[in-house]
């Protein structure tokens, strides 16, 4: 997809653009304790396929280097002629089979996206954190409220006083 038709996509269809952006901008800012976890962890998938498929397509790039400058023989001890080079795509066009030259390569890399998605979701998944329940305690200086006893006992027991009750005479 060259940039001419992506810009006049942009230009057509401006509106329904501008509409789902508002959308998706206010669904996310009410539910952001559950899209913007969801979101980050998405993020962090993408980013770590990235990694693996330049990696693979490094080392596949890397076997098929050191194949074709080493006299690489089949097991019969002759040189394979008939050998044609490893292909991954390096660009944006990673998911066109026809871009891997083995067609099994395009097999492994979805394999491992499929792990890295297994990695992100179970062994590391998205969790929620819960607000902290602050505790009623009253702060130093401060009498509780919730005792049961009343202001004259709590003197008393204090020490200073107050009223005294018929019984304590």
Partial sequence: ???DTLV???QEHAAIYA???VAALVITIVF???VLPVLYHCAEFLVY?????VVFGGAVR???WFRAETEFKNFKGEIDSSWTPYVTPLDLHFWQMKAYSPQWLFWFELA???GLLYIVIVIRPTRLKHKAVRSKRPKPGELSSSTSSSYSERLRAAGRG??????SR
């Avoid at 107050?162 to 019984?167: F, I």
């Fill in 19 to 21: 509409v789902g952006g």
């Fill in 49 to 53: 396929c990235t990694v693996v498929h």
């Fill in 1 to 3: 997809m060259n940039t």
């Fill in 32 to 34: 952001r304790r559950w």
């Fill in 8 to 10: 006049a996509n942009l």
């Fill in 112 to 114: 491992m996206a499929a």
């Fill in 62 to 64: 890397m076997f098929s």
């Fill in 162 to 167: 107050g009223m005294k009750s018929a019984k």
